[in-house]
């Protein structure tokens, strides 16, 4: 099987994302306002400030794969023992706040989505994933300039979280078109500026044939088309 390395090549950047980068070294007015949304996305969803241990920078801008579309992925840092007794039930509730916060908020730094994340402390992290204290100013990994393979850890882990996205709309019946049709868009935005920066091995259209493979696209489409239907039509 090939790999990621055959074709990112000559695709991956020789810097950091210079939007928010001095070498490897975060601008101060972007650290200073990735902290103010953090912090402002806990106090919002009750994340007791106690339970917040550190808040990282991951994902494409945290490393040598970002595009013109990479999101500031900011993952909290949080004793979820210190939230709640029923982990089960806090997990169910961060996905839906982190989901909320997209639907309700179109925040960016530069120019660029904010996505947020509730990690736990004690999750397991990609070894090769660039991570980014804001609390620190430091490096926690730096990003290495390896070319991911075709099964990494990462790009699993957002097949599995885009899927369970998915597959929460269509348990809940939400009726809300528009909603369907954001993320629907985000899926194929994943794929085509994934595929016009990297070609066909992307990070984001890996992604994005891993849910075409396990049918969660063509479950929201079938669920979106029923909604429409059902919006339309006369009772």
């Known amino acids: 099987m090939k790999t990621l390395r055959t074709f990112f090549s000559e695709k991956k950047e020789r810097q950091l994302n210079p939007l928010f980068w001095d070498g490897k070294t975060l601008k101060p007015e972007v650290r200073k306002g990735l902290l103010r949304i953090a912090d402002y996305w806990a106090t919002a969803i009750d994340i007791p400030k106690e339970a917040v241990s550190d808040v990282h920078l991951v994902g494409g801008n945290a490393s040598y794969l970002y595009n013109d579309q990479s999101d500031l992925d900011l993952h909290l840092i949080v004793d979820k023992s210190k939230i709640s007794e029923c982990p ?3 997990d169910e509730y ?8 997209g639907y309700e908020h179109d925040v960016t730094v530069k120019g660029v989505d904010v996505e947020l994340y509730a990690e736990d402390v004690d999750d397991p992290r990609p070894a090769r994933q660039g991570r980014y204290s804001l609390t620190k100013g430091k490096w926690i990994t730096e990003p ?9 850890v990462v790009i699993q882990s957002r ?3 885009i899927e369970a996205e998915i597959d929460d709309i269509i348990e809940s019946r939400v009726a809300n078109a528009d909603i369907l049709k954001h993320i629907k ?6 794929r085509r500026q994934s595929i016009q920066k990297g070609g066909e091995f992307a990070q984001g259209n890996l992604v994005f ?7 969660a696209i063509q479950r929201l489409n079938d669920y979106l088309k029923d ?3 059902k919006n339309l039509s006369v009772y």
Do not use: H, Y
């Not at 961060?94 to 916060?101: D, G, S, T």
């Not at 868009?185 to 994943?190: C, D, I, S």
């Not at 044939?209 to 049918?215: A, W």
């Open 88 to 90: 089960e039930l806090l």
């Open 94 to 101: 961060l996905r839906a706040q982190k989901k909320l916060w």
């Open 144 to 152: 290495s300039a390896e070319i991911p393979k075709s099964d990494d």
């Open 159 to 161: 097949i599995k979280d």
């Open 185 to 190: 868009e985000r899926v194929f935005k994943l």
């Open 209 to 215: 044939k891993g849910l075409r493979n396990t049918g």
């Open 227 to 229: 909604v429409t239907d």
